[in-house]
C-alpha cells in the first residue's frame, strides 16, 4: 500500500516564474486536501477536492493559486507570479469519505522563492 | 472561528520520562472533531488519534493516552516512558462539523534525550 506522494519534494524558483506541485493521493482516497506549512507553524489548510471537485478553498488561496484534480485522482497546484512570502512546505493529504476523516500526509513539496 | 492553542512551543524531556503535550482549541459547534498528529524529522505527518466531541472517554494506546475534556475545551496527550525516538513535533487539530476545514495548532517540539 503506498502512501500520498508528492512531487517534487523540493523546488527552488525566481521571483515571478510559476510552479506546479503534484500530489498522487493513496489510490482508493477520495478526499485530497493541500495544505501550507511555514517554519514554526502547524499546517494552513488551502484547499479540498472531493473526487474532482473543488468543495472548498481557504481565503489563503490569493488568486494567484490555483488547483486542479481533472480525474478525481491526482492533484495539482500551481503558484503563478511566485513571491518570497510563497516559500513554504507544500503538504498533501487525502482520505477516504467515511472513514473518520483520518487524513494522510505527503512528504511535502518545500518551495523556495528567491 | 475556530482556534487550537498549543501553549507550549519546545519541551525537553530524559529518556523515560513522563510528558504531558497541551492542547487548548475554541469552537461554537457542538459538533467536532479533534486529532493528533506527529510529524518527525523526516517531514511527514503521522495520524495519532481521532476524538469526536460526544465521546469524552480517554484513551490509552500503549504508551500514549490522551485526556479529553470539554468542560476546559482542551485535549491533551501524554507520554509515558518517553524514549528518543518520540522527539518529533506534535501537532493538535480540530475539524468543526461543517465542511473539510482542519485548523491545526502551532505544535509543540518535544525533545527526548538520551
Known amino acids: 500500500d503506498t502512501g500520498v506522494s508528492q512531487d517534487p519534494r523540493h523546488k527552488i524558483t525566481k521571483r515571478g516564474q510559476n510552479v506546479t506541485f503534484r500530489c498522487d493521493p493513496i489510490?482508493?482516497?477520495?478526499?485530497l486536501y493541500w495544505y501550507r506549512q511555514t517554519l514554526g507553524q502547524g499546517p494552513e489548510f488551502l484547499t479540498y477536492?472531493?473526487?474532482?471537485?473543488?468543495?472548498?478553498k481557504s481565503r489563503l488561496l490569493s488568486d494567484r493559486f490555483s488547483a486542479e484534480r481533472p480525474k478525481g485522482s491526482f492533484s495539482t497546484l500551481e503558484i503563478q507570479r511566485t513571491e518570497q512570502g510563497d516559500s513554504a512546505m507544500y503538504l498533501c493529504?487525502?482520505?477516504?469519505?467515511?472513514?473518520?476523516?483520518?487524513?494522510?500526509f505527503g512528504a511535502g513539496t518545500r518551495l523556495s522563492v528567491l | 472561528a475556530q482556534k487550537v492553542t498549543q501553549a507550549q512551543t519546545e519541551i525537553s524531556v530524559v529518556e523515560k520520562e513522563d510528558v504531558t503535550l497541551d492542547c487548548v482549541y475554541e469552537?461554537?459547534?457542538?459538533?467536532?472533531?479533534l486529532f493528533w498528529y506527529k510529524q518527525p524529522p523526516s517531514g511527514e505527518l503521522v495520524f495519532l488519534i481521532r476524538?469526536?466531541?460526544?465521546?469524552?472517554q480517554n484513551e490509552i494506546s500503549g504508551r500514549y493516552s490522551w485526556n479529553f475534556q470539554k468542560s476546559t475545551s482542551s485535549f491533551n496527550f501524554t507520554i509515558t516512558a518517553s524514549q528518543v525516538v518520540d522527539s518529533a513535533v506534535y501537532f493538535c487539530?480540530?475539524?468543526?462539523?461543517?465542511?473539510?476545514?482542519?485548523?491545526f495548532g502551532p505544535g509543540t517540539r518535544l525533545s527526548v534525550l538520551p
Open positions: 489510490s482508493e482516497h477520495n478526499r
Open positions: 469552537t461554537r459547534d457542538t459538533t467536532y472533531y
Open positions: 487539530a480540530l475539524r468543526g462539523n461543517y465542511g473539510q476545514n482542519f485548523v
Open positions: 476524538r469526536n466531541s460526544f465521546d469524552e
Open positions: 477536492f472531493q473526487n474532482e471537485a473543488q468543495l472548498e
Open positions: 493529504a487525502s482520505s477516504l469519505e467515511g472513514s473518520k476523516n483520518i487524513q494522510y
